[in-house]
């Protein structure tokens, strides 16, 4: 069973469209996380959740709106998107939010904004 | 703020041992993690350091200074599945924030 799960895996689409990307977890952990990944390999937390309310919020620009209706499941719904939303966007779970935590990651949703 | 380099890039031949440097100057720090990342995959865990010194585990160990804000990786024996990402993580406050990582290619 895979931990971390992701849709889609990958996901092409024009400029001005909005999409979401689902994230699941089977590993009964209390916090999720979204991390943007671009082209040189950067890999930056947008978002935190710790049993669906929000903790963390990195300056993401507003037309990325996270939502989590239970624990296990942490959406990402980006509006009008943009050229630069080109990334690969990797949704992590941990136990809670104790910085000891080792995280576990989904395998990533590549996004081309055309 | 937070600040956290490694090199970008490394080389390394097969069976031989190689270090991997991270220098971090962050406002807060828990602790400090390691993560592989193969080309097109998810990173996953490789240690986690708290107390300063060494942690060993198998082929891998890494080393913690928090007084030089100093951290290694270092891999042994190395193998050509070696090959991939490797990226420091400095832990604070219940975020983890990721240094650019370091692309290590092992050659025969």
């Known amino acids: 069973d895979t931990a971390v799960s992701q849709t889609p895996k990958y996901l092409v689409t024009q400029m001005g469209n909005d999409k979401s990307i689902k994230c699941e977890q089977n590993?009964?952990?209390?916090?999720m996380y979204w991390y943007k990944q671009d082209s040189k390999k950067f890999l930056k937390i947008m978002f935190s959740y710790n049993n669906k309310e929000l903790i963390i919020n990195e300056t993401v620009p507003n037309r990325f709106s996270p939502k989590s209706p239970d624990k296990a499941h942490l959406n990402l719904h980006i509006n009008s998107l943009e050229l630069g939303d080109s990334a690969v966007y990797f949704c992590?779970?941990?136990?809670?939010?104790?910085?000891?935590?080792?995280?576990?990651f989904g395998p990533g949703t590549r996004l081309t904004v055309l | 703020g937070q600040n956290i380099d490694q090199p970008t890039e490394m080389t390394a031949t097969e069976g031989a041992i190689v270090q991997i440097n991270c220098t971090y100057q962050?406002?807060?720090?828990?602790?400090l993690f390691w993560y592989q990342q193969h080309a097109g995959e998810a990173p996953t865990f490789l240690s986690y350091n708290v107390l300063d010194g060494l942690e060993e585990k198998g082929r891998f160990s890494s080393f913690l200074s928090r007084s030089k804000g100093y951290s290694y990786l270092l891999l042994k024996e190395l193998q050509m599945k070696d090959s991939a990402s490797y990226l420091c993580a400095v832990a604070n406050a219940g975020k983890s924030t990721f240094g650019d990582g370091t692309t290590l290619t092992v050659k025969p």
């Open positions: 992590a779970s941990s136990l809670s939010t104790g910085s000891y935590n080792e995280q576990f």
């Open positions: 590993l009964g952990h209390d916090t």
């Open positions: 962050t406002s807060g720090f828990n602790g």
